[in-house]
C-alpha cells in the first residue's frame, strides 16, 4: 500500500491487543534489553535488526517483548549495519529472520520469505542549518556519509545520486560512518551531508538549530522510474524535529524475513504479532508517523510470504 504525500498513521485493527506505552516501558526496565524473554519460552529466532538508535533495532526490541508476553517464540535481537548485512546473515544461515529495505532484497527471492510489510523508512538527507545545499544536486564535490557499510542507505543513496546527476564515484566524496559517528562528523564539519534512512524522527537527528533536512520529494518518481515501484513520495512533518520545516522524501517499505527453513509454526507465531499486537510495535518516537497496518502487511511485492504468514493472513482476512 503506497503511503503516498501524507505521513503514516498506526492502524486501527479490531480485536487488538497490546502491552501498551506504559507496559512497554515496565518490561524494558526489567528486562534490562529488548528482546531477551525468558529463556525456554519456546523456539529461539535470532532476528538481524539493525544500528542502535535506528528504527530497526527499536521495532526488533518491540517485537521480542511482545514475544516474551505472548510465550510462543523467543526473539533474539541481532545488532547489525542494516539490510545489506541482514541479508548476508541470512542467506548463511546465521540468523533466522531480518529486516530489510525492499530494494536492497534484490535477488534473495529463493533464499527468503517474507513475513511482512513492515513500516516504511524515510530517506532524510542532513546538513548543517547553514549549508547552502539546497538540493541533492547541490552534493557535487560535497563529503557525503551515505549511511554505514551494509547498510539499505548505502545503496538506496547511490541511487538517489545517480537520478539526480551524479555519479557516485567521481562527483561526491563519499564515506560509510555508522549514525552516531556520521552526525559527529557533520556536526564538527568533517562532513557536508549524511544520508541515513530509517524512522521519524530518528532521536540521532535531533539537534535543534544546528541540522535541517533536505528535500527529495522531486526524485521520486524518476528513482521508481529507473529502479522499480517500491519507492513512495512520503512527508516528513514539521513537527518531527525540534525546529524542522516539512520535507518531501523517498520513501521505502521494510520488509520482515525469514529463511524459507523457518518451520511454518514459527513464522506463523511471529505473524500472529504483527497482526494482534500492532499498536506495541510502534516505537514510542515514531507514533504518529509510523504504523503497523494489517491490510498492508500483506503486500511484499516480488518476495513471497512463507507458507506459515500466509496460513495467518488467510485466517484473518477471512
Known sequence: MTRGDLPGRRGDLPGRRGIGRRGFLALAAAAGIAGCGPRGAGTTVR??????????????GLLGLAAAEAGDVRIERVTTAGSQANLTLLAHGEVDAALALSDSVLDSTDRVSALGRVYENYLQLVVRSESPIGAVADLRGARVSLGAEGSGAALTGERILRVAGLDPAGDVAISHRP???????????EADALLWAGGVPTALLEVPSRMRLVDMGELTVPMRERFGPVYDRVTIPADAYPGGVAVHTVGVANLLLAATTMPAEVAASIVELLVWQADSLVPIEAAGTQFLDGRSLISTGSIPLHPGAAEVYRRWHG
Open 47 to 60: 532476528l538481524a535488526s539493525g544500528e542502535v538508535g535506528g528504527f530497526y533495532h527499536a521495532f526488533a
Open 179 to 189: 549514525l552516531r559517528a556520521a552526525v559527529a562528523a557533520l556536526a564538527n564539519g
